[in-house]
T-cell receptor, first 115, second 111 residues
Framework: DTGVSQDPRHKITKRGQNVTFRCDPISEHNRLYWYRQTLGQGPEFLTYFQNEAQLEKSRLLSDRFSAERPKGSFSTLEIQRTEQGDSAMYLC?????????????FGEGSRLTVL | RKEVEQDPGPFNVPEGATVAFNCTYSNSASQSFFWYRQDCRKEPKLLMSVYSSGNEDGRFTAQLNRASQYISLLIRDSKLSDSATYLCVVTTNQAGTALIFGKGTTLSVSS
């Protein structure tokens, strides 16, 4: 399977714990995005990378959230001191951009439940 | 005001019906526009891009009105398989600007 893969698919944690999600994009894609989606809402932008550079971070993203893409390949999204409001589906997407905006290819998501 | 706003759903239509979804965006610098489709408990997937002149893909027609900052999606001859959530997406295309999704409009087509 050469699509976007995310791990873990499901994570249940207690409030205050740290969690980390991993995303492996489509190999030749240079852009990688993280979105968060809750029930009945569209995907909410969190951050994105072009290669290893983090180009934009949403104002909604608190200091408890951090994302990396160290070698311009896979990415991790860490949430520290989780809160119940962090419960959501965390979606990763990648695209190949050569001018303009490429189609986003999404992974199946990592569902976080904070108890 | 949200950056991208869509018609509230759900839309419940019979097979064969024509249905239209509307979307407005607040950033006049927006340059690229898309409709994505999301099936229940699945990831979003690109349905079609939206071009200034309007474009059609089979039963689907997308229109853009830059002056009104308005995008539409028309689905003709609805099929059961069209049941999904349709997400309006915009971006400015400028470096450092991500794609912004609307809340989505849910369509349910019944036999």
């Amino acid at each position: 399977d050469t699509g976007v893969s995310q791990d873990p698919r499901h994570k249940i944690t207690k409030r205050g714990q740290n969690v980390t999600f991993r995303c492996d994009p489509i190999s030749e894609h240079n852009r990688l995005y993280w979105y968060r989606q809750t029930l009945g809402q569209g995907p909410e932008f969190l951050t994105y990378f072009q290669n290893e550079a983090q180009l934009e971070k949403s104002r909604l993203l608190s200091d408890r959230f951090s994302a990396e893409r160290p070698k311009g390949s896979f990415s991790t999204l860490e949430i520290q001191r989780t809160e119940q409001g962090d419960s959501a589906m965390y979606l990763c997407a990648s695209s190949l951009v050569a001018g303009g905006t490429g189609e986003l290819f999404f992974g199946e998501g990592s569902r976080l439940t904070v108890l | 005001r949200k950056e991208v706003e869509q018609d509230p759903g759900p839309f419940n239509v019979p097979e064969g019906a024509t249905v239209a979804f509307n979307c407005t965006y607040s950033n006049s610098a927006s340059q690229s526009f898309f409709w994505y489709r999301q099936d229940c408990r699945k990831e979003p997937k690109l349905l079609m891009s939206v071009y200034s002149s309007g474009n059609e893909d089979g039963r689907f027609t997308a229109q853009l009105n830059r002056a009104s900052q308005y995008i539409s999606l028309l689905i003709r001859d609805s099929k059961l398989s069209d049941s999904a959530t349709y997400l309006c997406v915009v971006t400015t295309n400028q470096a450092g600007t991500a794609l912004i999704f609307g809340k989505g409009t849910t369509l349910s087509v019944s036999s």
